[in-house]
């Protein structure tokens, strides 16, 4: 009697340890599915419109280590606006607007007075994007200083308004006045841009424009493109007067879904007249 106890007391132990040992392969076999699962729930594509980095700053290959970014950072300099988490958009109102064309400006104010020499940039993730970014900012240029700028000077219409995103389309000015923001402009979509540009062209006998490349354009996203431009525009008016408004503007120009960059938002920084 005493033996078979014994033999049942063996035969429970080694039941417990063969299932304890399934037990520990079947987790280490689900662990890498489990892994997996937590990697992609972690992975979150941000939104196309947000802003990934700064304007205007170079970028290099070499990646900051924690001591590096904590050496780098500055502390913010009273009344400088912070710099805005997304673009705004046509349906923005106009206090995001001007929040935005605010920190523009500020940026505008500290590439003048810190100016960066243009060098060959290094965009994050062209490998793992496999974006030409060179081909990318000779289409961009193309909009702006041909399909844009030229049909301006040559009264086409139809060409100039092709350059220009409709749907979203917004121009703000600053009228030539940075600090009374009372005064700007915001025009919203693109029938409101047709309609006064059709006026220009009603009241004008020539116009030329005069663009500057400011650097070179800034991606904001994959498809969000920043590019700076100083203007002076000179217009022959009808009843034999002349027009020669000047300034800086700033083009914010989003990639269509078949591939095509349009103009999105226009900021002009006018020059106050004398």
């Not at 009697?1 to 035969?11: A, F, G, L």
């Not at 240029?141 to 399909?147: A, L, N, T």
């Not at 600053?174 to 220009?200: A, V, W």
């Not at 006998?205 to 490349?213: C, D, R, S, V």
């Amino acid at each position: 009697m005493r033996i078979t106890t014994n033999i049942k007391i063996v035969i429970s132990i080694i039941i417990i340890l063969a299932i304890g040992f399934i037990g520990f392969q079947v987790l280490k076999v689900r662990s890498p599915a489990i892994e997996k699962a937590q990697l992609i729930i972690k992975v979150v594509k941000p939104e196309d419109r947000q802003i990934t980095m700064p304007p205007f700053v170079e970028r290099t290959s070499e990646t900051p280590t924690k001591t590096q970014e904590k050496k780098n950072m500055k502390s913010p300099e009273i009344g400088t606006p912070s710099v805005p988490e997304n673009v705004p958009t046509a349906q923005s109102d106009d206090a995001e607007i001007r929040e935005f064309q605010a920190w523009l400006s500020s940026v505008l104010e500290q590439k003048v007075d810190d100016p960066i020499e243009e060098t060959e940039q290094v965009d994050i993730n062209t490998e793992d994007d496999k974006i030409d970014y060179d081909s990318e900012r000779y289409m961009i240029k193309s909009v702006i200083e041909e399909q844009w700028g030229d049909s301006l000077e040559t009264y086409d219409i139809q060409g100039y308004m092709s350059a220009i995103w409709e749907d979203n389309f917004f121009y703000t000015s600053d009228m030539g006045t940075p600090d009374n923001p009372d005064d700007d402009m915001i025009f919203r979509g693109g029938q409101q841009e047709r309609e006064g540009t059709l006026k220009m062209f009603n009241v004008t006998q020539n116009i030329e424009l005069n663009l500057y490349k400011n650097g070179d354009v800034e991606f904001l996203s994959d498809t969000l493109a920043m590019a700076d431009y100083d203007y002076d525009l000179k217009l022959d008016l009808t009843h034999g007067e002349h027009s020669n408004p000047s300034g800086r503007m700033i083009f914010i120009l989003e990639l269509r879904e078949n591939g095509e960059w349009r103009i999105l938002e226009w900021y002009d920084y006018a020059t106050p007249d004398p």
